[in-house]
């Protein structure tokens, strides 16, 4: 009797431990992540901003349909990712898996609609099957909702004409900072004052469509004359300059360096030299020469130099040069022009990672000084096949005749994008005159010989930022070449992202902008040993397995027979 009570009570308490630890399971959540790059866990910035939340989040995710594979695992990873979310605040974050085709309650207008309203860009998969090419349009989009607004995450980061392996991956990496960013956007929605400075030759005209087009969703845009309005760093997130054309007085510079040192960021877009395309279309030669723009001693005391010398790469984009005919039916074939270089963005920094080909046109190199509290890294290089060329430069269009693959081509690595952050010196340091101190009183602005923790971003490059300008289209998207456009070589290259990317590094909170150096490595089988080696993986993967379980059966009757007969 007393054993069978004492079995009774094991199995109550086996049943009162088995309630007891569901009830605990349901109540709290715990994850063990076991990935190198710890692509499960959220950052320290991301949980804060969630505990913050003080009215729910609804995120509705709308990559579903017909996906192919690097398009499902990318849904996959966007829905576990969410999940994290909610995790960490169950009662503020919703989140649901909808179809774009959907009709919105209440309303005859369908999901996709709003989606596009708002800036979403399909993407047409097309697959080959056996009975011909299907095709399934996408939304790789996320929808989140906060406080009576909406804003779109951008699920794919890459290129919608040519999706890549690689290209998920760095998706997959930004995640983080992409639903981070735009939650933050959300909660906190003050929209960052950038400054188009002008009055130094600055282009003003359909050049600079791209630069509103991008800036126009989430920034304030406006134009500052530095000659004549103060620049005021309680006014200005940033100061974006692009290709001034005429010489800086020393009343701007001050201006400029006063605003840095009070804790404005600069974002320059310089041409040291006069370089343009347009010279060569009436004659077949062009001497570029220095603009003497008079900014060289400022940011040599800031850290930085730009060279008066064009950066020449093997790795460039496409220009039609006539290489035949008659002049009245003259032959035209695309070649490489190595002034257009192609920059291969590092991963070595949350601005460029998972960034595309950048382009550039007659593009100067920069040096980095070594200024005590200043840190500098190189945001973009030339290629492993360069050369520089030293003012004054002859540009001939004769060059490309013959393909350069020389010796000359030589150089690696050549900065051509720096960031710099640290603590910056004034460039008037000990040299201020009272009535420049003065002048800076009337304007609200008081000197300072040091600033405090700020960053800035150079590139030697104007061109970069500006788009082009087509006599029957109009103004082209930021980073297509005009002399391609319709040919078998068009291609937007990544200037758009770039540019935005670096004012978001600049603008945004530094903890925020840290979620970007999630990196997910692509972990892929050596196609080469897979081939050499695919008859033994065959056996390993089927007959071994087989072969396993035949010898445990013929082991287990062989210990049965010699069990039953003694």
């Given at each position: 009797?007393?054993?069978?009570?004492?079995?009774?009570?094991?199995?109550?308490?086996?049943?009162?431990?088995l309630?007891?630890?569901?009830?605990?399971?349901?109540?709290?959540?715990?994850?063990?992540?076991?990935?190198?790059?710890?692509?499960?866990?959220?950052?320290?910035?991301?949980?804060?901003?969630?505990?913050?939340?003080?009215k729910?989040?609804?995120?509705?995710?709308?990559?579903?349909g017909?996906?192919?594979?690097?398009?499902?695992?990318?849904?996959?990873?966007?829905?576990?990712?969410?999940?994290?979310?909610?995790?960490?605040?169950?009662?503020?974050?919703?989140?649901?898996?909808?179809?774009?085709?959907?009709?919105?309650?209440?309303?005859?207008?369908?999901?996709?609609?709003?989606?596009?309203?708002?800036?979403?860009?399909?993407?047409?998969?097309?697959?080959?099957?056996?009975?011909?090419?299907?095709?399934?349009?996408?939304?790789?989009?996320?929808?989140?909702?906060?406080?009576?607004?909406?804003?779109?995450?951008?699920l794919?980061?890459?290129?919608?004409?040519?999706?890549?392996?690689?290209?998920?991956?760095?998706?997959?990496?930004?995640?983080?900072?992409?639903?981070?960013?735009?939650?933050?956007?959300?909660?906190?929605?003050?929209?960052?004052?950038?400054?188009?400075?002008?009055?130094?030759?600055?282009?003003?005209?359909?050049?600079?469509?791209?630069?509103?087009?991008?800036?126009?969703?989430?920034?304030?845009?406006?134009?500052?004359?530095?000659?004549s309005?103060?620049?005021?760093?309680?006014?200005?997130?940033?100061?974006?300059?692009?290709?001034?054309?005429?010489?800086?007085?020393?009343?701007?510079?001050?201006?400029i360096?006063?605003?840095?040192?009070?804790?404005?960021?600069?974002?320059?877009?310089?041409?040291?030299?006069?370089?343009?395309?347009?010279?060569?279309?009436?004659?077949?030669?062009?001497?570029a020469?220095?603009?003497?723009?008079?900014?060289?001693?400022?940011?040599?005391?800031?850290?930085?130099?730009?060279?008066?010398?064009?950066?020449?790469?093997?790795?460039?984009?496409?220009?039609?040069?006539?290489?035949?005919?008659?002049?009245?039916?003259?032959?035209?074939?695309?070649?490489?022009?190595?002034?257009?270089?192609?920059?291969?963005?590092?991963?070595?920094?949350?601005?460029?990672?998972?960034?595309?080909?950048?382009?550039?046109?007659?593009?100067?190199?920069?040096?980095?000084?070594?200024?005590?509290?200043?840190?500098?890294?190189?945001l973009?290089?030339?290629?492993?096949?360069?050369k520089?060329?030293?003012?004054?430069?002859?540009?001939?269009?004769n060059e490309?005749?013959?393909?350069?693959?020389?010796?000359?081509?030589?150089?690696?690595?050549?900065?051509?994008?720096?960031?710099?952050?640290?603590?910056?010196?004034?460039n008037?340091?000990?040299?201020?005159?009272?009535?420049?101190?003065?002048?800076?009183?009337?304007?609200?602005?008081?000197?300072?010989?040091?600033?405090?923790?700020?960053?800035?971003?150079?590139?030697?490059?104007?061109?970069?930022?500006?788009?082009?300008?087509?006599?029957?289209?109009?103004?082209l998207?930021?980073?297509?070449?005009?002399?391609?456009?319709?040919s078998?070589?068009?291609?937007?290259?990544?200037?758009?992202?770039?540019?935005?990317?670096c004012?978001e590094?600049?603008?945004?909170?530094?903890?925020?902008?840290?979620?970007?150096?999630?990196?997910?490595?692509?972990?892929?089988?050596?196609?080469k040993?897979?081939?050499?080696?695919?008859?033994?993986w065959?056996?390993?993967?089927?007959?071994?397995?087989?072969?396993?379980?035949?010898?445990?059966?013929?082991?287990?009757?062989?210990?049965?027979?010699?069990?039953?007969?003694?």
């Amino acid at each position: 009797m007393k054993k069978i009570m004492t079995s009774r009570f094991w199995w109550l308490f086996l049943l009162i431990g088995l309630v007891a630890v569901n009830f605990l399971a349901s109540v709290f959540h715990a994850r063990i992540d076991l990935t190198k790059e710890k692509r499960y866990t959220l950052s320290k910035a991301t949980r804060g901003l969630l505990r913050s939340l003080e009215k729910p989040v609804q995120i509705d995710i709308f990559l579903t349909g017909d996906l192919n594979a690097g398009f499902r695992k990318l849904a996959n990873s966007t829905e576990e990712f969410v999940s994290l979310l909610k995790d960490r605040n169950s009662s503020k974050v919703q989140y649901r898996v909808m179809s774009p085709m959907e009709a919105i309650p209440g309303s005859a207008r369908l999901y996709r609609d709003t989606l596009e309203a708002l800036g979403a860009v399909p993407i047409n998969l097309t697959d080959q099957t056996e009975t011909g090419a299907s095709s399934n349009i996408i939304y790789p989009v996320a929808l989140v909702s906060y406080n009576d607004q909406q804003e779109l995450v951008r699920l794919y980061t890459g290129n919608e004409r040519f999706v890549s392996q690689a290209d998920i991956v760095n998706s997959e990496a930004a995640m983080e900072y992409e639903f981070a960013r735009v939650i933050d956007q959300l909660v906190s929605p003050r929209k960052p004052f950038v400054a188009y400075s002008i009055g130094n030759g600055e282009p003003m005209d359909a050049r600079t469509w791209g630069i509103q087009e991008a800036l126009d969703k989430d920034y304030r845009l406006a134009l500052l004359n530095i000659n004549s309005q103060p620049v005021n760093a309680d006014t200005f997130d940033v100061l974006l300059m692009v290709k001034p054309s005429l010489q800086f007085t020393e009343s701007e510079k001050l201006k400029i360096d006063q605003y840095v040192m009070n804790g404005g960021k600069l974002l320059l877009f310089i041409d040291a030299l006069i370089a343009e395309q347009d010279s060569l279309k009436m004659n077949a030669a062009t001497i570029a020469y220095d603009r003497n723009l008079n900014l060289t001693d400022q940011l040599f005391k800031y850290g930085a130099r730009i060279n008066p010398s064009i950066v020449m790469d093997l790795q460039c984009d496409f220009m039609p040069f006539v290489v035949g005919g008659t002049p009245e039916n003259p032959q035209r074939e695309f070649l490489h022009w190595n002034y257009y270089p192609l920059f291969e963005p590092k991963a070595n920094h949350s601005i460029t990672r998972g960034l595309g080909l950048v382009a550039g046109r007659f593009v100067n190199s920069l040096d980095t000084i070594g200024v005590d509290g200043v840190r500098k890294t190189v945001l973009l290089a030339s290629s492993a096949n360069s050369k520089i060329l030293s003012t004054p430069v002859r540009i001939d269009v004769n060059e490309n005749r013959n393909a350069p693959q020389d010796a000359s081509f030589q150089k690696k690595d050549v900065p051509v994008a720096l960031l710099l952050e640290g603590t910056f010196t004034s460039n008037y340091r000990h040299r201020v005159s009272n009535a420049q101190r003065d002048s800076l009183t009337a304007m609200g602005i008081t000197f300072r010989d040091q600033s405090d923790e700020n960053k800035m971003i150079i590139v030697g490059d104007g061109d970069m930022a500006l788009n082009d300008v087509s006599p029957t289209n109009g103004p082209l998207p930021l980073g297509i070449n005009i002399y391609t456009l319709r040919s078998p070589y068009q291609y937007q290259f990544a200037n758009r992202a770039f540019l935005l990317n670096c004012l978001e590094y600049l603008v945004s909170k530094p903890a925020i902008s840290e979620t970007r150096n999630k990196n997910i490595v692509l972990r892929l089988l050596d196609s080469k040993k897979v081939k050499e080696n695919k008859r033994s993986w065959q056996l390993i993967n089927i007959a071994l397995p087989i072969l396993l379980v035949v010898l445990a059966g013929i082991i287990y009757q062989y210990i049965r027979k010699r069990k039953y007969a003694e």
